[in-house]
């Protein structure tokens, strides 16, 4: 059932945001007194229709898109041509302009509206940087610097948002030295931070568990599964295990994680309950090299004033800026051969998988997985401006396009050109679509 209720959530939210894209393109063809024959919410067959200031309204029943119908049809379903000032082809070029950017620039302010919404609700981790990790695995850094400094870039690349940082942390290596660009918030002065990991050991029982969470009854982990190469290749785990001590100390301890990562024993002695019985086991684990955390936090904020509101506002305004400089970072990466191709781009299918693993998510209460879900629809509606600025018959961008050759050239393309640009903007968007499937499709399979 989760999929078919997944499959229901992408429909009505592309549905949505699709309507409110071609509401934006009416709203501004109103506001400049532009004819507007029909808006459709939805499309297929009408379930509604009324009439409002000359403008036909319909609901229809398939909720996968909507349109604006700004010329007469005749009865054989041709366009009517008209030298009436109001239609919009035959509008002034900056005015054709406006319409064709209101729908992408709708998307931007509806993604951007529903980030403040969220971060006014949970808050929001700033771009500011924090006090040093106190007794954390942590690595080195070059420099002082300020609580409440200004991250401005992170190895030469443009920093929005947190997540510019988080990406540049999950796509560099984990044991490199990173450089931070910082702004001063005492006098406005750049300079840079160096933070380099240190490479340290430390234990693997070779077990995974259901939660790191002690909140049980044995105030233990829970043991999920068991690798066969424990222990030398002799298991002494097994899946339902709570394991409660090592070396005599309570994994429930506070700093426990510090002193699991100090031990340099050959063999370790496993406290776990197995059947309500407790019992202790000598185990030999195997050791591995990590990378310490390089050693910085970043500032949380919550909206509880007017100044944080708007600086909520004015940290949601740069999402577009930060999902687009992502963007372009995932199609360098995939250039220099770091990140599959087909992990750039997703379709509705990829996009009702996404939602199914938030859906199914057993771990998640409810209240994160609609705080997901909300903020998968600021993201999808953020990319549904850039897409729809790609120069593709159907798309926003081809009127653009069109709109501004005409501006600089001082007059409309000829019928042979514009036919041969919709034809190269129709196998664009055939071969995009097709991408699209075929990535969604080998993440499916694959699990990427």
């Known amino acids: 059932m989760n999929i078919v209720r997944s499959i229901i959530f992408v429909v009505l939210m592309l549905g949505v945001l699709a309507t409110l894209h071609e509401l934006g393109h009416f709203w501004v063809a109103k506001l400049l007194k532009i004819k507007v024959y029909e808006v459709s919410i939805f499309v297929g067959p009408k379930l509604l229709k009324w009439r409002h200031k000359d403008v036909d309204f319909t609901i229809r029943l398939i909720p996968i898109g909507?349109?604006?119908?700004?010329?007469?049809?005749d009865e054989e379903g041709y366009v009517v041509e008209s030298d009436d000032p109001e239609l919009l082809v035959n509008q002034p070029r900056f005015k054709r302009l406006m319409v064709s950017l209101a729908g992408p620039i709708m998307n931007l302010i509806l993604g951007i509206s529903i980030f403040c919404g969220i971060f006014c609700v949970t808050g929001f981790v700033s771009?500011?940087?924090?006090?040093?990790?106190?007794?954390?695995?942590?690595?080195?850094?070059?420099a002082q610097y300020a609580a409440g400094d200004t991250i401005k870039a992170v190895n030469g690349h443009k920093v929005y948002s947190a997540y510019d940082l988080y990406y540049e942390f999950d796509a560099d290596d984990p044991a490199s030295v990173m450089t931070l660009t910082l702004k001063s918030k005492e006098n406005g002065s750049t300079y840079d931070l160096t933070l380099t990991p240190v490479i340290r050991t430390r234990p693997m029982l070779l077990i995974t568990v259901e939660s790191m969470s002690t909140e049980n009854e044995h105030k233990g982990w829970l043991v999920h599964s068991v690798e066969e190469e424990q222990n030398n290749g002799n298991p002494v785990l097994k899946e339902g295990d709570y394991v409660t001590h090592i070396n005599g100390v309570s994994v429930a301890e506070d700093g426990f994680d510090e002193y699991l990562y100090s031990l340099t024993d050959e063999v370790l002695t496993i406290t776990y309950v197995r059947d309500g019985r407790s019992e202790d086991v000598e185990l030999a684990p195997k050791y591995v090299e990590y990378a310490t955390s390089r050693g910085i936090s970043l500032i949380p904020y919550y909206?509880?004033?007017?100044?944080?509101?708007?600086?909520a506002l004015a940290y949601a305004a740069k999402m577009p800026a930060s999902i687009g400089n992502i963007t372009l970072r995932g199609i360098k990466d995939i250039i220099a051969g770091k990140v599959k191709a087909y992990n750039l781009v997703s379709g509705p299918i990829g996009i009702t998988t996404m939602v199914n693993d938030v859906v199914s998510e057993e771990k998640d209460t409810v209240g994160e997985k609609i705080y997901m879900l909300i903020m998968l629809s600021a993201i999808i509606s953020i990319a549904l401006a850039f897409s729809n600025l790609l120069p593709i018959p159907g798309l926003d961008g081809i009127q653009i396009i069109l709109v501004v050759v005409e501006m600089v050239i001082g007059?409309?393309?000829?019928?042979?050109?514009?036919?041969?640009?919709?034809?190269?903007?129709?196998?664009?968007?055939?071969l995009l679509l097709l991408f699209a499937f075929v990535s969604d499709i080998l993440r499916i399979i694959f699990g990427y």
């Open 127 to 142: 771009t500011d940087i924090g006090k040093p990790i106190e007794g954390a695995q942590t690595g080195v850094v070059s």
């Open 66 to 73: 909507a349109y604006v119908r700004f010329n007469q049809i």
């Open 411 to 430: 007059r409309k393309l000829s019928e042979k050109a514009e036919g041969r640009l919709t034809v190269v903007g129709f196998v664009l968007i055939i």
């Open 303 to 311: 909206v509880n004033s007017p100044a944080r509101f708007f600086a």
